[in-house]
């Protein structure tokens, strides 16, 4: 068993020990997953580079909570959909490997239909 299936193992446990799999089809997992998103960004709203960097410093705790939070909810996400997410992500960076080859895409920031 890898670390991540050791990991949703230990969220699926606290979930069920709690009863909440009655709340968490996907359609609330998705959304639940874009709200703990936002609480992500409402670390840098409002700052430059430098005074995001100092809230980072300031804030890591509880910055690192909010990250946990959306990977709890998209770990949740991939497990009622059946998706695996190793397996998806490997498969899509194949894909953004294709989209965005090294040799047309370093060092810019311009969509892959404009390279």
């Known amino acids: ?3 991540i299936d050791e990991l949703k ?3 699926i446990k606290f979930r069920d020990e709690r009863n909440w799999e009655q709340f ?3 359609k609330d997992l998705a959304i639940s997953l874009s709200l ?3 609480e992500v960004l409402e670390h840098f709203q409002w700052k430059n580079q430098r005074e995001a960097e100092e809230h980072i410093e ?3 705790d509880e910055l690192a909570d909010e990250l946990a939070d959306v990977m709890i909810y998209l770990i949740l996400l991939s497990h009622e959909t059946g998706i695996d997410l190793l397996s998806a992500t ?3 960076l194949i894909k ?3 989209k965005y080859p090294a040799s047309k ?3 810019s920031h311009k969509k892959y239909t404009e390279l």
Do not use: W
């Open 24 to 26: 968490h089809n996907a």
């Open 90 to 92: 490997e498969k899509k």
């Open 96 to 98: 953004n490997d294709k």
């Open 9 to 11: 193992a230990k969220i």
């Open 58 to 60: 300031n804030h890591k």
């Open 105 to 107: 895409s370093k060092g």
């Open 36 to 38: 703990e998103a936002s």
């Open 1 to 3: 068993m890898g670390e």
